[in-house]
């Protein structure tokens, strides 16, 4: 008979239920693997359990409450006292990332946090464990399937973005209040907890710049496809001139990029090295059993000896954030359709360095419009083009830019 594994269960919601039942379910599967049997010694709620008598009857901790306070309190005590800690709370971990780490690695003990990003997505174990070697240039991710979910309804339907946000509601893709995740601040979360484990430096969620997708228009995405773009919410975490740049915003993709085809409520990340070219992996994004599936995965990794992993990557210097980066960008305009517009518009973008890599007009009379894709160029000076632009005598309404990720990889 194997011994017992105990795991206290702080959260018992949609994930905290679902990743107790999995592990009821897979316990004597995980015996042979492990040569322990886990089940869960104690649970915590709001209206159960105390977190003393959780914390002193077990052997490990897995938190999914969420929040940010008592959370972290509950996680330090935990790994204080020796236990291993495995948590899909994205918000702690993006917050409280460095003071957790430093926890765990000060009492030998281990902080998994698979479940936090990309839901069922192996990214933490691969950025830790498999990609250890490579040194990484660029993480690109479509971390949060609410918003990618209403991108690819608008794309393929025409959906306005309010349409889209309602039917995401009806099938239960997006929460009755939407905000974290359409402003960009859940993927903001998630993209400084990459950034961290990929560049080994500190990174807080304040470092991360983030927009969201509510203003985006079925205009916007028509015009693109013309264009050969996909619209998708993308995070980025690269390494520019010495320092890091961490970021969530709507780009499009042109089709050879491995993202462009991740669609509804999948979630995927490609990294990008130069060992390895790039690795893209994807998978269903969030959900209370893939997500209990992602934190059981951890489990069984902490119960087995030796401890792998212990704390996760070790933090060197902090590098600098930089806020002004090179892109690539698509800029719609809605013009007065007379002689000399493409060349009035290309003069001033010129001033700033910027060359154009396609174009598409339409229309005719007062309501034309002309949509440009330009090649990369610094965020600052596009914008200072736009400002321009958006002053000449024949523009309609003010410029709309969306970046563009002219990367493929065919
Ligand atoms: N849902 C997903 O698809 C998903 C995906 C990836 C990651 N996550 C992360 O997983 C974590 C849990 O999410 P969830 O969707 O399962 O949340 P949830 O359904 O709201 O469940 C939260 C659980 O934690 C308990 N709890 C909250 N505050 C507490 C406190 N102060 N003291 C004691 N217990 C407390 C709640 O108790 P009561 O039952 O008494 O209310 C509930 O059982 C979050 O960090 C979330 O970001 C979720």
Redesign the pocket.
């Given at each position: 008979m194997a011994e017992t594994f105990r795991v206290g269960l702080?959260?018992?919601?949609?994930?905290?239920s679902a990743f107790a039942e999995l592990l009821a379910e897979r316990a004597d599967a995980i015996v042979p693997v492990t040569g322990l049997r886990p089940e869960i010694s104690g649970v915590?709620?709001?209206?159960?359990g105390s977190f003393e008598e959780v914390l002193s009857g077990s052997d490990l901790i897995v938190e999914?409450?969420?929040?940010l306070e008592?959370?972290r309190d509950y996680v330090l005590r935990a790994m204080r006292a020796g236990r291993h800690v495995v948590?899909?709370?994205?918000?702690?971990l993006a917050a409280h990332g460095e003071e957790l780490s430093a926890c765990a690695r000060e009492h030998g003990v281990q902080l998994r946090f698979e479940?936090?990003v990309a839901?069922v997505v192996p990214v933490i174990r691969v950025l830790q464990e498999s990609l250890a070697a490579a040194h990484v240039e660029r993480i690109h991710g479509i971390v949060n399937g609410t918003t990618n979910y209403i991108l690819t309804e608008m794309a393929a339907r025409g959906l306005t973005y309010d349409q889209a946000l309602e039917q995401a509601k009806e099938l239960g893709y997006a929460e009755a209040d939407p905000t974290d995740d359409v402003t960009g601040r859940d993927a903001a979360a998630k993209m400084a907890i990459l950034a961290r484990l990929a560049f080994s430096t500190p990174v807080h969620l304040d470092q991360v710049v983030y927009e969201g997708i509510e203003h985006l228009t079925a205009d916007d995405i028509e015009y693109a496809k013309e264009l050969g773009l996909g619209l998708k919410l993308i995070g980025t975490a690269e390494r520019v001139d010495g320092g890091i740049s961490v970021r969530v915003h709507p780009a499009f993709l042109y089709a050879g990029h491995p993202l462009a085809s991740v669609h509804g409520p999948f979630n995927a990340v490609t990294v990008e090295s130069e060992t390895i070219t790039e690795v893209t992996l994807s998978g269903p994004g969030?959900?209370?059993p893939?997500?209990a599936s992602a934190v059981l995965g951890d489990v069984i990794s902490a119960m087995i000896p030796p401890a792998s992993g212990v704390g996760g990557n070790d933090i060197s210097e902090a590098l600098p954030v930089v806020n002004d980066v090179e892109s690539a960008f698509y800029l719609h305009m809605e013009v007065a359709d007379r002689p000399g517009v493409l060349a009035q518009v290309a003069e001033l973008l010129g001033m700033q360095g910027a060359s154009i890599r396609s174009v598409v007009q339409k229309g005719l009379g007062e309501n034309a419009r002309l949509v440009l894709v330009l090649h990369p160029l610094l965020e600052s000076r596009f914008y200072a083009a736009v400002r321009l632009i958006g002053q000449l005598d024949f523009i309609r309404s003010a410029p709309r830019a969306i970046r563009v990720i002219d990367e493929e990889f065919t």
């Open positions: 702080l959260g018992h919601g949609t994930v905290g915590l709620t709001r209206s159960r999914l409450m969420g929040g008592p959370a948590s899909a709370n994205k918000q702690l479940g936090a839901g969030a959900g209370g893939q997500t």
